[in-house]
Nanobody, 124 residues
């Protein structure tokens, strides 16, 4: 139903902070569980963080917990990924994803709506 569009990716130095944004160019995100994924060159796509419909519950990959924070602002029709203390290993294309298929107010495990991705490059 919605079309997701990511923005905010760019080249930064190691140790820098960056905030990625995702919005629905059509429709709204109020009824979507949302997540951020990333895919580095030559690697499989991996989940970074996920957030429930209400925003009350979120999950993080172990390597990102403590450095990355997912949040949403339904009034602005936005979901964010705040990334701190970036490392070269964080270099990847970051994707926004969503689904209306979820259980209660838990972050979803599978997603069926995807953005095109935004490139994040971290130099050493």
């Amino acid at each position: 139903q919605v079309h997701l569009v990511e923005s905010g990716g760019r080249l930064v130095q190691a140790g820098a902070s960056l905030r990625l944004s995702c919005t629905a160019s059509t429709g709204n995100l109020k009824n979507y569980a949302l997540a951020w994924f990333r895919q580095a060159p030559g690697k499989e796509r991996e989940i970074v963080a996920a957030i429930s419909v209400s925003g009350a519950n979120s999950n993080y990959a172990r390597s990102m917990e403590g450095r990355f924070t997912i949040s949403r602002d339904d009034a602005k029709n936005m979901v964010y990924l705040q990334m701190n203390n970036l490392e070269p290993e964080d270099t990847a294309v970051y994707f926004c994803a969503g689904t209306t298929n979820y259980y209660q107010d838990y972050p979803a495990r599978e997603y069926d709506t995807w953005g095109q991705g935004t490139q994040v490059t971290v130099s050493s």
